[in-house]
């Protein structure tokens, strides 16, 4: 999973917020609409938020298993019409 973005790791017993930023790929008179997140199994969803203005998406994340390297996918539709998505690693290890 190297080619991937990559967030900072994080400890199984964490509870911690991670953002996709996606201004660089949008023109500035859209908008995001919905944010989907791919989240797989041994990692928790906290919260989802969408800051539509600025262009970011967030999702809280708990738990996960210690060594385990996770793909988080964020799928975004906008106002115009425009679906979007990145993918992002996390990796979980005991601090």
Sequence with gaps: MSDLLSWPIKD???VLDY???WAARLPADDVILESVWEVPTGLSVNAETID???F???VWLSIGVS???YKVINTIT???GRVLQEAVQLT???L
Excluded: C, L, M, Y
Aim: charged share 25%; hydrophobic share 35%.
């Design 52 to 54: 539509a203005e600025a």
């Design 78 to 80: 906008t106002q115009a």
């Design 92 to 94: 979980v290890r005991s």
């Design 12 to 14: 199984p017993d964490e």
């Design 19 to 21: 953002s996709i930023d």
């Design 67 to 69: 060594g385990a390297t």
């Design 56 to 58: 970011i998406t967030t």
